[in-house]
């Protein structure tokens, strides 16, 4: 099914279902935020100092970095 397609068919959506589709569409976004949250605190209570950098090396590695997707 096309993107197009699911905003037809949300489009169509009488407004309990649209508000529905959009709390569902947050939840999917709030779980991705929770896993790269998880995933940033383990590395950041990493207690190995041979992983850890030096404040240059984590503002070049951050410079570099694409944005995360919206």
Known sequence: MSLETLKQQ???L??????ELVAFLVSLREK????YARAAARKLDDPDASRWLTLEEFQ???AERPEPPE
């Open 10 to 12: 949300a489009a169509a």
């Open 14 to 19: 009488d407004d309990q279902s649209r508000k």
């Open 32 to 35: 991705q935020w929770q896993a």
């Open 60 to 62: 070049t590695r951050l």
